[in-house]
């Protein structure tokens, strides 16, 4: 009995207790209310689409959009400028393992190196224009590959071979079979800069930092605006910086040739048995 006269003292002390809390339950109830009512308020009224629209965008948040200005109809058509201005870099390389830069004799004969530097570099551009004529021939007839506009495909493949073979008569003027060889190292670079087979921003740095000042890269750019029918304006520029790399490298070989012109060395009197 005694116990539970101490129980029933403490029981009603606790509920005095929880008599005083519950004006301070009741405001935080009425609270609550309030703040779920504005929030009802606050949310949108959805409706069967925008829950749709909802639903697709939580279970794709990332869209893609994709415009191809130009497209290759393969993967054949998507490598032909890589592989075709490496023909013309190729044909180039084997004729001046053949064809000598200059006569040595015209330069003993005659004063004006000018026609000296443009008879060498006449007969491999008359070579180069053979061997591109007879590609794109080849290309456009029984290959059956899809050009937009071959007669530019014919241009663009012919001022980069005689502007190749102005680069490798220069190169051949100044420094002989070393600058055979050099050619020959630019291939090695070009092969993987010139953006030919995969794209220039997946390139390593170093390589892609020389990509816009490579020969090559200025010929597949150009193959790829007249074969799948690009921006004309692109193709103008890169046809620019051939027509560049030929003027410039006509000049270096002039001014090589007036250099040999005027002096003679042993190697220019007794020709080496391997060049």
Request: proline share 5%.
């Amino acid at each position: 009995v005694s116990q539970l006269d101490d129980s029933a003292e403490l029981l009603a002390s606790k509920l005095d207790e929880f008599a005083g809390k519950l004006p301070q339950a009741v405001d935080g109830a009425n609270q609550i209310r309030d703040k779920l009512s504005e929030g009802a308020q606050k949310l949108p009224a959805a409706g069967e689409s925008l829950r749709e629209r909802q639903a697709q965008t939580l279970g794709n948040p990332v869209a893609m959009s994709k415009d191809a200005f130009t497209t290759a109809a393969g993967y054949g058509e998507g490598l032909a400028p890589f592989f075709v201005s490496l023909a013309a870099w190729l044909g180039v390389f084997t004729i001046f393992l053949i064809v000598n830069p200059f006569s040595k004799r015209a330069v003993t004969a005659m004063r004006n190196p000018l026609p000296v530097a443009f008879a060498g570099w006449l007969v491999p551009a008359l070579i180069g224009f053979i061997e591109m004529t007879l590609l794109t021939w080849l290309l456009h007839g029984p290959v059956g590959l899809h050009m937009e506009r071959p007669g530019l495909v014919w241009m663009v493949l012919v001022i980069s071979s005689i502007s190749f073979a102005a680069l490798f008569q220069a190169l051949r003027t100044w420094l002989d079979s070393t600058g055979q060889f050099i050619g020959l190292l630019l291939l090695v670079v070009q092969v993987t800069g010139a953006g030919g087979t995969f794209p220039v921003e997946s390139m390593p740095p170093v390589v892609a930092a020389v990509h816009q000042y490579l020969p090559m890269s200025w010929t597949i750019t150009a193959l790829r605006q007249t074969m799948y029918g690009g921006d004309m304006q692109i193709m103008w520029h890169q046809i620019g910086l051939l027509l560049t790399l030929l003027g410039v490298s006509l000049l270096v070989t002039w001014l090589g040739i007036a250099k040999k012109s005027t002096s003679r060395s042993m190697r220019d009197l007794r020709a080496p048995v391997i060049h």
